[in-house]
Nanobody
């Protein structure tokens, strides 16, 4: 099992940057892929980015490519989502989630979830 805690959200203006953190703990954390998802009011939860701890493979959705970067710090058992040039349409609750081994882009394939952190971007 792995436990996840997100942090780093907040209220920013368009064009600003934020770095979200997903801190993991528990057994076999190094075997988990981590995904970042977001859910805006009135919309379905969507994949933002994902990374595999062991393999270094990454995925990001088209709307954030060139602006968001997912990365890991194995020594800190933490996955980051660096968000640059934020736009109002990025406003959502951001969640990190874990599944064993290979990354996935569908939320139902992730077993453990953090509590979420709110990101609000004003125009």
């Amino acid at each position: 099992q792995v436990q996840l805690v997100e942090s780093g959200g907040g209220l920013v203006q368009a064009g600003d940057s934020l770095r979200l953190s997903c801190a993991a703990s528990g057994r076999t954390f190094s075997n988990y892929a981590i995904g970042w998802f977001r859910q805006a009011p009135g919309k379905e939860r969507e994949i933002v980015a994902a990374i595999s701890w062991s393999g270094g493979n990454t995925y990001s959705t088209d709307s954030v490519k060139g602006r968001f970067t997912i990365s890991r710090d194995n020594a800190k058992n933490t996955v980051y989502l660096q968000m640059n040039n934020l736009k109002p349409e990025d406003t959502a609750v951001y969640y990190c989630a874990a599944r064993l081994f290979r990354l996935a882009t569908i939320s139902s394939e992730y077993r453990q979830w953090g509590q979420g952190t709110q990101v609000t971007v004003s125009s």
